[in-house]
């Protein structure tokens, strides 16, 4: 399913800020004889700067786009350009200027390197134009939640896409994305859906059945 989200103005050249094109990671097992046990496919276009919140049941591929966007994973088919840049073509220490990915407690994830960067392009940035945070712990004491909040949107201002990765558990963490989270992305079984805005998403009743008892009723 395809995604398309115009906001406001943050790219070069009139380039999106991210663009993944027909991608497809494929897991697979066995030596002889392959068998396919995960797939994960994806078609976005995010123009902008914006606030992206991002939910879906553990496994069902949140964190291995995670991955893919950032260059950290090779897709098995397909693109992902972030500012016009194929990113799986970047120099691999400079694939964090253009997209960056922290893991829970903000340690940025690592990657694997399959060719070596002299043979690579330069990423053209000097800071991440976008952040993925992955299921941030959040700190309910001393104001933290609002700094975290005041910074998601400072990054927005400066023209960088931020996701952000909840699996919401309690009514605060919907709450949560509905203040601060323009648009909304679903995984689920591999599969990525996008919605305009973070209402609408609440709508579909494969999210409401992932959400149980916190979907907000009004939203049927």
Known sequence: MTGSVSACSGSD???PVLEVRGL?????RGLLFRQETFR????????GSS??????PNGSGKTTLFELITGSNAPSTGSVRVMGRDIHKVK???RDRLAIHYHQSYQVRRFRRTRPSFLMQAAGHDYPMVHLFDEPQFNTRDGYIGFMLDFFRKLRREGRLVFLC???NEPWHLELMEEVCEQTVFVQGGRVRTYHDFCSSLRDPDLRDYLGKL??????
Request: net charge positive; hydrophobic share 40%.
């Open 13 to 15: 050249a009139m380039a």
């Open 24 to 28: 497809t990671k494929r897991y697979t």
């Open 40 to 47: 994960l496919t994806a078609d976005l276009t995010f123009d």
């Open 51 to 56: 606030i992206v919140g991002v939910m879906g």
């Open 92 to 94: 691999h220490r400079e």
């Open 166 to 168: 909840l699996h919401p």
């Open 215 to 220: 979907a907000p009723r009004d939203a049927k």
